[in-house]
T-cell receptor, first 112, second 112 residues
Framework: GENVEQHPSTLSVQEGDSAVIKCTYS??????FPWYKQELGKGPQLIID?????GEKKDQRIAVTLNKTAKHFSLHITETQPEDSAVYFC???????????FGKGTRLSVIA | NAGVTQTPKFQVLKTGQSMTLQCAQD?????MSWYRQDPGMGLRLIHY???????DQGEVPNGYNVSRSTTEDFPLRLLSAAPSQTSVYFC???????????FGPGTRLLVL
C-alpha cells in the first residue's frame, strides 16, 4: 500500500521568510496530493491540492510542486505570518480508488 | 450546512468500558472515514465507508467497530476500551474516496 514520508517534523522560521515542507510517496499510481493545515484544537482543513497531471499550483502565498518521476511533492509558503503557525499534513491517494494516506505532520512555528 | 459534526467533544472511560463516538455529515457525501491522531504518528485510518451499507478496515482497525446504515451517519464503536485507545478521533467525509476530505472537530478520548 501507499506510504507517505514527511519532513521536517518541526520547522521554525522568522516572520516574512519562506517555509518549505517536503513529502515523498511510494505508490507511483497515486494521482492526488492534498495539503492540510491543523490549528490547535481543531480538525485538519484543506489548504491546497494538486493532481498528477499538473506540476505546480499556486494560491496567493501558498504553492505546491509535484515531481512524479521522483515521487515527491512540496508545500511552499512565502512571506510567512504568525497565523501560519500550525501543523501541516501532506497526503496521497488514487482518487476514486484508495483512501488518503497521510504523512506524520510538520509543526510550523512562525516567530514574530 | 453544519458540515461534519462529532459528539462528544471529550470523554473519559475506564478500561473495559464500551462507547460509541458519533459522526454525522449534512453534505450528502458518500465517503466517510475515521482517523485517530497520536503525537508523532500523524493521522491513521481506522475504518472507512464508500456508501451506506459498505464498510472496510483501514490501517488500525483492531478494537473498533463501525456501521453505515444511512448516508449521513457513521458511528465508531469501542468494544472494550484500552489505555492504548487514548487518542483524538477525527471523522471525515468526502464526495469521493481519496478526494478532498472535510474533517469534524474531533473527539478527545482518555482511557484510564
Amino acid at each position: 500500500g501507499e506510504n507517505v514520508e514527511q519532513h521536517p517534523s518541526t520547522l521554525s522560521v522568522q516572520e516574512g521568510d519562506s517555509a518549505v515542507i517536503k513529502c515523498t510517496y511510494s505508490d507511483s499510481a497515486s494521482n492526488y496530493f492534498p495539503w492540510y493545515k491543523q490549528e490547535l484544537g481543531k480538525g485538519p482543513q484543506l489548504i491546497i491540492d494538486i493532481r498528477s497531471n499538473v506540476g505546480e499550483k499556486k494560491d496567493q502565498r501558498i504553492a505546491v510542486t509535484l515531481n512524479k518521476t521522483a515521487k515527491h511533492f512540496s508545500l511552499h509558503i512565502t512571506e510567512t505570518q504568525p497565523e501560519d503557525s500550525a501543523v501541516y499534513f501532506c497526503a496521497a491517494s488514487i482518487i476514486g480508488n484508495t483512501p488518503l494516506v497521510f504523512g506524520k505532520g510538520t509543526r510550523l512555528s512562525v516567530i514574530a | 450546512n453544519a458540515g461534519v459534526t462529532q459528539t462528544p467533544k471529550f470523554q473519559v472511560l475506564k478500561t473495559g468500558q464500551s462507547m460509541t463516538l458519533q459522526c454525522a455529515q449534512d453534505m450528502n457525501h458518500e465517503y466517510m472515514s475515521w482517523y485517530r491522531q497520536d503525537p508523532g504518528m500523524g493521522l491513521r485510518l481506522i475504518h472507512y465507508s464508500v456508501g451506506a451499507g459498505i464498510t472496510d478496515q483501514g490501517e488500525v482497525p483492531n478494537g473498533y467497530n463501525v456501521s453505515r446504515s444511512t448516508t449521513e451517519d457513521f458511528p465508531l464503536r469501542l468494544l472494550s476500551a484500552a489505555p492504548s485507545q487514548t487518542s483524538v478521533y477525527f471523522c471525515a467525509s468526502s464526495p469521493l474516496q481519496g478526494g478532498t476530505q472535510y474533517f469534524g472537530p474531533g473527539t478527545r478520548l482518555l482511557v484510564l
